[in-house]
């Protein structure tokens, strides 16, 4: 498996991916998904041979700030550590950086705590509506 910098050739394997695993509108249409992975600082891929296994988008400053947004990954890969590495690869080594993210699907909250997250008793958020 490799991760790597998202290939805009590989978008729509990406979004398909997210759209199979019940992303819904947010990844409906392919030219909205495309500009939002071009604004995103971060877009990587794991991939496996030529398939597209896994996805994840963040938004940071590189220095003190990061947000992850969206990390999927193919059901037949889960339990292999390919979100892992994913959400390891885009945080890098900076102890002094925060990241934040909504871990709002069920059962995530487990995931992300072993990778040093833990709920925020701060945090604060406006939602978009969702229609």
């Known amino acids: ?31 909205v998904f495309a500009e939002l992975v071009r604004r995103s600082a971060i877009a990587l891929v794991a991939v496996e041979g030529e398939e597209v296994i896994g996805f994840l988008r963040a938004l940071t ?32 080594d900076k102890p002094e950086m925060t990241w934040v993210l909504r871990a709002g699907r069920t ?8 990778l040093g997250f833990n709920l925020s008793e701060v945090a604060m958020e406006r939602p978009g509506r969702r229609e």
């Open 61 to 92: 400053d590189g220095i003190f700030n990061g947000y992850i947004s969206m990390v999927v990954v193919a059901e037949a890969h889960r339990g292999k550590g390919v979100g892992t590495a994913l959400v390891q690869h885009a945080m890098g």
């Open 107 to 114: 059962g995530v909250s487990a995931f992300y705590e072993t």
């Open 1 to 31: 498996m490799q991760i790597r910098t998202i290939h805009p050739t590989e978008y729509e394997a990406a979004r398909l991916l997210l759209q199979v695993n019940h992303w819904g509108k947010r990844v409906a249409d392919p030219e």
